[in-house]
T-cell receptor, first 117, second 112 residues
Framework: AQSVTQPDIHITVSEGASLELRCNYS??????LFWYVQSPGQGLQLLLK??????LVQGIKGFEAEFKRSQSSFNLRKPSVHWSDAAEYFC???????????????FGKGTKLSVKP | NAGVTQTPKFQVLKTGQSMTLQCAQD?????MSWYRQDPGMGLRLIHY???????DQGEVPNGYNVSRSTTEDFPLRLLSAAPSQTSVYFC???????????FGPGTRLTVL
């Protein structure tokens, strides 16, 4: 069955510290992978995506993610966290044809990030 | 360009009442969808539409109806609200041939 697992429900990091949010997926074929961020009371905003090519992708707000096929993972990283990064982060997976046709995303349950001053 | 708009922002219903959550987009996107977000559950797809006149069920469609008479609008109807439908509802849209989905700000629904 297709699924996305975000093992960490809640993570707290100090401002300025590095961050890694984990995402593992189970999918029948090479998927389309996304990270979204949701600030409190807001809708979701796309941080970055991976379809093919370089397995290290850069996104907005200084975030990056690395696709590791052997580990079925797509972990999100940031070298230095800012207080404004406190939010909930969602990993999502879609079919390879997602950008060209229909297709729906499967979302993970989310990881809530808190930032200590 | 307002993007994806949703109304109302908040709603309280009694069990058995009906209501429609409104969703509109001004980007001429073909693809629109409705999700519900519950604590610890992430986002789950309720219904989606690939164009005017075409709708289909997602992961959790029971208790909800949709229609798509225009490209811009994609309302979600609750015919007989139940406490299990207490949730935050998000509408999203995407242009065919692209991979970026745009989300509305959400509607927080409480069913008593």
């Amino acid at each position: 069955a297709q699924s996305v697992t975000q093992p960490d429900i809640h993570i707290t990091v100090s401002e300025g510290a590095s961050l890694e949010l984990r995402c593992n997926y189970s999918y029948g074929a090479t998927p389309y992978l996304f990270w979204y961020v949701q600030s409190p009371g807001q809708g979701l905003q796309l941080l970055l995506k991976y379809f093919s090519g370089d397995t290290l992708v850069q996104g907005i707000k200084g975030f990056e993610a690395e696709f590791k096929r052997s580990q079925s993972s797509f972990n999100l990283r940031k070298p230095s966290v800012h207080w404004s990064d406190a939010a909930e982060y969602f990993c999502a997976v879609g079919p390879r044809y997602y950008g060209g046709s229909q297709g729906n995303l499967i979302f993970g349950k989310g990881t809530k990030l808190s930032v200590k001053p | 360009n307002a993007g994806v708009t949703q109304t109302p922002k908040f709603q309280v219903l009694k069990t058995g009442q009906s209501m429609t959550l409104q969703c509109a987009q001004d980007m001429n996107h073909e693809y629109m969808s409705w999700y519900r977000q519950d604590p610890g559950m992430g986002l789950r797809l309720i219904h989606y539409s690939v164009g005017a006149g075409i709708t289909d069920q997602g992961e959790v469609p029971n208790g909800y109806n949709v229609s798509r008479s225009t490209t811009e609008d994609f309302p979600l109807r609750l015919l007989s609200a139940a406490p299990s439908q207490t949730s935050v509802y998000f509408c999203a849209s995407r242009a065919d041939g692209t991979d970026t989905q745009y989300f509305g700000p959400g509607t927080r629904l409480t069913v008593l």
